[in-house]
């Protein structure tokens, strides 16, 4: 089955500054990579998503760029703020798959003003 | 409001108990899905559903049962509760994919269950 790793497992960084997260999954049959942000208190919630026949995609401050070669794909989050201080999970899934998704383990991110 | 919505939001019970977390989406999404979350794990599947009446076991399953009687909804039932289950339980629902392709999981707010 799929799996699928996540890394750094925290970050900090001051804000105005980049952030970045980066997943390796292992099944070649993935062809969809969603990116969560889990305040606390609160439910995974979807910020961006990325589909591979696509190799990048932006939503304002943050980019998903996706590697299939590697089978690695990133989170890219610029000019951070306080608010984008979360747990940020990385998912991937193949159409075969009853839409369940593999899920890393999760990164802390703390923006420090 | 439209969305999905989990409850109890937290609970408090006993080892041996029968507790039942509830899950209600008002998208008539096809699939519903239930996950643990515990520390140093991420977010583990437990059972999923692709349809009203149709189940089937995720990762970590044992000691739980579901059911879906209508597409709406999609309880989660520990017979026979045990320490170990402690932890906070999240409910999620997406459309089906069989068209465009995998669809995005939306998650409620979540069940913090603790058993003494």
């Known amino acids: 089955g799929e799996n699928v790793e996540q890394h750094p497992s925290t970050l900090s960084v001051q804000e105005g500054d980049s952030a970045v997260i980066k997943c390796t999954y292992s099944?070649?049959?993935?062809?969809?990579f969603p990116w969560y942000k889990q305040e606390l208190g609160k439910g995974p919630q979807l910020i961006i998503d990325?589909?591979?026949?696509?190799g990048e995609k932006k939503d304002q401050r943050i980019a998903v760029t996706l590697n299939k070669t590697a089978k690695h794909f990133s989170l890219h989050i610029t000019e951070t703020q306080p608010e984008d201080s979360a747990v940020y999970f990385c998912a991937a899934s193949s159409t075969d798959s009853w839409g369940k998704l593999q899920f890393g383990a999760g990164t802390q991110v703390v923006v420090t003003p | 409001d439209a969305g999905i919505t989990q409850s109890p939001r937290y609970k408090i019970t006993e080892t041996g108990r029968q507790v039942t977390l509830m899950c209600h989406q008002t998208w008539s999404h096809s699939y519903m899905f239930w996950y643990r979350q515990d520390l140093g794990h991420g977010l583990r599947l437990i059972y999923y559903s692709a349809a009203a009446d149709i189940t089937d076991k995720g990762e970590v399953p044992d000691g739980y049962v579901v059911s879906r009687s209508k597409t709406e909804n999609f309880p989660l039932t520990l017979e026979s509760a045990t320490r170990s289950q402690t932890s906070v339980y999240f409910c999620a629902s997406s459309e089906s994919g069989w068209a465009s392709g995998n669809q995005p999981q939306h998650f409620g707010d979540g069940t913090r269950l603790s058993i003494l």
């Open positions: 099944d070649s049959a993935s062809n969809y």
């Open positions: 990325i589909r591979s026949n696509v």
